[in-house]
């Protein structure tokens, strides 16, 4: 069987523990590989090998560390279908979508590769009589990247570029469950002229996570995963004095007022509840139903969630592929029986779906709830599959205290013509990332990722200028050349003269 191994100091190397995870192909079911799983002693000896790899790295001209992000980006491109056809064989979302997220991988590489302006500093003349002063941006060291499997290549995507065009080197501990993308990365990224070390990819479980958080040399950790683990990472870190940024799960809202284009709003909440299998951080899970909406809302929902093609995702026919494992599977499976039994209305039932020829991927049909209430577990909790609940709402106001209560804050969008109530929505509403009649309100690589309340620990969102500050530490200096005479020593708090 297929061993997939780490990557360090610019080749694959067996790791030394037997530990070793199963990899699966989630529209057939079948285990196609193993990957290995690091001890800590593996993590340790990367680490060694990134921190000697920072010594040179760190010094290199900006310049020369964008053109080989401009290699890395056309290296990407060329080798998109292969990327590609990785991430639909271990993840199973559908070929298309998976092209997409890849995109939106390579648009933080575009951003990385204008590192010089990005890096440039601030200057003050004569901050005093002859001072001045000027502050300047420089790496941290080895910094770490911990990331799920609902986006192998993307996620990764918001971290290193801007963390090793800054000078940083990287080790990576992509997801367990779907491993392969990140290593074809490292080779491409070598391919460009990347030195050996400065991106090196550490495969594991929470063995290797522990090692990271526990790491003295590793000077700033990026998580992106669930709530209960990004907490965890953001403790751990801040304990070995870490700079830390995790970012958690989600339950994200999509408001359908009563004035909205109807038709925009139920395309815009097919894609975003179901696309991907609703494995998604950003994925719509909620639509609050404004005012009298409510049934027209379902109504055609429910035809289009019947109608949904979910299949394996290289059939080009696929709007939706499987989920990850089998257990995820059973999981969302089991919160669609809550559902049930919390009292909301199961108008489309997608358990029972059998593809024949393959009877034994992780595949469920889209489900759709109407009459949710916010007491209710499927309501509250992250269910990440393609499960849409429709809360009804007598108001705009009614709608935003509901979403402003959750605990969860990464994204949000309204459906609306009406100006006022997007604007008002936008000011006030207690989330992250915002959209207006846009179903999937995910920023673009040279604005940030991040959301707020427990969707985020740290004060820090992903990539764009928010990246370069958080992969960089501020030096300032105040600088005098004075000629001639010398002055005596001031005991007094120095002010401006
Ligand atoms: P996860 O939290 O199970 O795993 C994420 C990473 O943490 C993996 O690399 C995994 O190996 C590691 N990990 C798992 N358990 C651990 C433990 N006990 N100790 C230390 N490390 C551990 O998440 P997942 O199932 O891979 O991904 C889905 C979750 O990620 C969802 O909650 C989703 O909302 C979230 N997510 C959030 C965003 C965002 O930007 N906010 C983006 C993508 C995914």
Known sequence: MNLIEHFVGGKIIPGSS???????????????KEVRLASKNDLDQAVLIA??????????????????????????????????????????????????????????????????????????????????????????????????????????????????????????????????????????????????????????????????????????????????????????????????????????????MPDCDLDGAVNGLMGAAYGSAGERCMAQSVAVAVGDIGDELVSRLSKKAEALKVGPGMDKNSEMGPLITKQHLEKVKSYVDLGVKEGAKLVVDGRNLRLQGYENGFYIGGCLFDNVTKDMRIYKEEIFGPVLSVVRAKTFEEASKLINDHEYGNGVSIYTRDGDAGRTFASKIQVGMVGINVPIPVPMAFHSFGGWKRSIFGDSAMHGMEGIKFYTKLKTITSRWPSGIRSNAEFVMPTMK
């Open 18 to 32: 037997e530990n070793k995870g199963k990899v699966f192909n989630p529209a057939t079911g079948e285990q196609e």
């Open 51 to 256: 921190k000697k790899a920072f010594e040179s790295w760190s010094i290199k001209p900006s310049l020369q560390r964008a053109r080989i992000m401009f290699k890395f980006k056309e290296l990407i491109e060329k080798n998109s279908d292969e990327l590609t056809k990785l991430i639909v064989s271990e993840h199973g979302k559908v070929y298309e979508d998976a092209k997409g997220s890849l995109t939106r991988g390579l648009e933080v590489v575009e951003f990385a590769c204008g590192i010089p302006h990005l890096l440039k500093g601030e200057f003050s003349e004569n901050v005093g009589t002859d001072v001045d002063s000027w502050s300047m941006r420089q790496p941290l060291g080895v910094v770490a990247g911990v990331t799920p499997f609902n986006f192998p290549a993307m996620v990764p995507m918001w971290m290193f570029p801007i963390a090793i065009a800054c000078g940083n080197t990287f080790i990576l501990k992509p997801s367990e469950k779907d491993p392969s993308c990140a290593i074809r990365l490292a080779e491409l990224l070598t391919e460009a002229g990347l030195p050996n070390g400065v991106f090196n990819v550490v495969n594991g479980d929470k063995e290797a996570v522990d090692a990271i958080l526990s790491n003295k040399d590793i000077k700033a950790v990026s998580f992106v995963g669930s709530t209960p683990i990004a907490k965890y990472i953001y403790e751990n870190s801040a304990k070995n004095e870490k700079r830390v940024q995790a970012l958690g799960g989600a339950k994200n809202h999509l408001v359908v």
